[in-house]
T-cell receptor, first 119, second 113 residues
Framework: GAVVSQHPSWVICKSGTSVKIECRSLDFQATTMFWYRQFPKQSLMLMATSNEGSKATYEQGVEKDKFLINHASLTLSTLTVTSAHPEDSSFYIC???????????????FGAGSRLTVL | QKEVEQNSGPLSVPEGAIASLNCTYSDRVSQSFFWYRQYSGKSPELIMSIYSNGDKEDGRFTAQLNKASQYVSLLIRDSQPSDSATYLCAVNPWSGNTGKLIFGQGTTLQVKP
């Protein structure tokens, strides 16, 4: 089945530094990548949607200059949290859409998630 | 504002019982509905999808959809301790097939041996 490899699975960084999270589709081409953030005991909140070769579309309230999303190829999308602060500590999850499977949200694949802790 | 509401729980049931999880949504034009299971520290995994009013069964799981009342539920029969997790309801309230979803906050299920 479709696999999305997400790295790192967890990261601890100092306040003010930048952290890059990668999601790679291993056996399919991901035309669309959704990036979510999940705080403890809360729902997955969609941050942005990226399409390969295009600029990401950010949800209301998400700072595009703070959360940089790059989707330059069909197999790799990255989320960079710039100048991270403790309030950015969260679980970040990507979700990829297969280029050749367009029917329904059930064909999308989640990455394993990245736990970010900012000290 | 498109919203999906779930009781956060925890819902505690004894092993072998039926667990009933409920979800309501605000947008009447929603067409597709999903239940995900999420273990602590892990990403969600899809359990069921449902698109039409009525029941849909898959093994021990049954999803129920009532568009008129704007609710969707998940029944888990013969609950097992391994079913203990957070169950997320997700809805696609947009037209088209973008794959974009809105998630509820999840209901924590505890199955006690």
């Amino acid at each position: 089945g479709a696999v999305v490899s997400q790295h790192p699975s967890w990261v601890i960084c100092k306040s003010g530094t930048s952290v890059k999270i990668e999601c790679r589709s291993l056996d399919f081409q991901a035309t669309t990548m959704f990036w979510y953030r999940q705080f403890p005991k809360q729902s997955l909140m969609l941050m942005a949607t990226s399409n390969e070769g295009s600029k990401a579309t950010y949800e209301q309230g998400v700072e595009k200059d703070k959360f940089l999303i790059n989707h330059a190829s069909l197999t790799l999308s990255t989320l960079t949290v710039t100048s991270a602060h403790p309030e950015d500590s969260s679980f970040y999850i990507c979700r990829a859409r297969d280029r050749f499977k367009i029917s329904g949200a059930n064909v999308l694949t989640f990455g394993a998630g990245s736990r970010l802790t900012v000290l | 504002q498109k919203e999906v509401e779930q009781n956060s729980g925890p819902l505690s049931v004894p092993e072998g019982a039926i667990a009933s999880l409920n979800c309501t949504y605000s947008d009447r034009v929603s067409q597709s509905f999903f239940w995900y299971r999420q273990y602590s520290g892990k990403s969600p995994e899809l359990i069921m999808s449902i698109y039409s009013n009525g029941d849909k069964e898959d093994g021990r799981f049954t999803a129920q959809l009532n568009k008129a009342s704007q609710y969707v539920s998940l029944l888990i029969r013969d609950s097992q301790p391994s079913d203990s997790a957070t169950y997320l309801c997700a809805v696609n309230p947009w037209s088209g097939n973008t794959g974009k979803l809105i998630f509820g906050q999840g209901t924590t299920l505890q199955v006690k041996p």
